[in-house]
């Protein structure tokens, strides 16, 4: 769902910005630019901020690996026409 038309700024947009610090509407602005054109998802943006009615639904923050798995790559296949 889109939070900010005027800018295609989604509500996973916005989760994602504030499970990364985002602690207010203009930590918001300053990263995605939410609000800053017309101005009418201000109201809704500051609703997913810590205290918001949908601040439950933020995101947690991302967890890097701590390790990376190498995957050996496969041997090609031959595929074969069986008449
Ligand atoms: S809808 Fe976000 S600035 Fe217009």
Redesign the pocket.
């Known amino acids: 769902m889109y ?5 295609a ?1 989604s509500e996973r947009h916005v989760q994602e910005a504030i499970a990364q610090g985002a602690k207010d509407l203009s930590d918001l602005q300053a990263q995605l ?10 109201e809704t ?1 500051t609703d997913y901020l810590p205290g918001g009615q949908y601040a439950a639904d933020a995101m947690p923050p991302a967890v890097e690996p701590d390790h990376v798995v190498q995957v050996p790559m496969l041997a090609s296949t031959e595929i074969r026409r069986v008449a």
């Open positions: 939070i900010c038309v005027c800018n700024i630019g939410v609000g800053t054109c017309c101005g009418q998802c201000a943006a």
